[in-house]
C-alpha cells in the first residue's frame, strides 16, 4: 500500500483522510501546512503520494508546488495531488500536481486518486475524474 503525506490546516480534514487512508491499508503522515512538506519529502526514504490543500496560512499549497517545480530528485519519487474549495481560473491544477481534487470532495473520490497515482501505479487519468459529484465530505 501507499504513504500518504495529507497537508491541511483544517484539523478535521486531516483527520478524516488519516482515518479513511489507514482504513484502505495505507500509511499516513499528516502536516498542518507546507511549510515542512519539502524537507519531509526529502528525509523520506520511500515514495510518498501528497494530498495537499492550496490555501494554508503560513506555507500554502501553491508555494509548495512553486518550490517543488524545478526538483527533479523529489518529483521522480514522490506524487502531489492538490485540494482546493476554491474555483476559478486561478485554481487550475499547478505543476507539477498530477490532479486537483475539488472541496468537497468523496471518500470514494480520495480512494481512487490514491489508487490511481500512488509513486509507482501513476496512470494517465484525467483531471476531471476527481471533479465527478456524489456524496460528499
Known sequence: MACVLVVDDDRSIR??????LEGEGHRVLVLPDGSTVIETLE???????VLMDLMMPHVSGWQVCAGMR???DLLSRHVVVVMTAAYGPETSCPEPAVSLL????TIDAVIQLVA???????AS?????????????
Do not use: C, N, T, W
Open 43 to 49: 528525509a523520506s526514504h520511500e515514495p510518498l503520494m
Open 70 to 72: 524545478d526538483r527533479s
Open 15 to 20: 483527520e478524516l483522510l488519516r482515518i479513511v
Open 125 to 137: 487519468v484525467p483531471v476531471a475524474a476527481a471533479d465527478a459529484p456524489s456524496a460528499s465530505m
Open 102 to 105: 475539488r472541496k468537497p470532495f
Open 116 to 122: 490511481q497515482y500512488s509513486p509507482g501505479q501513476v
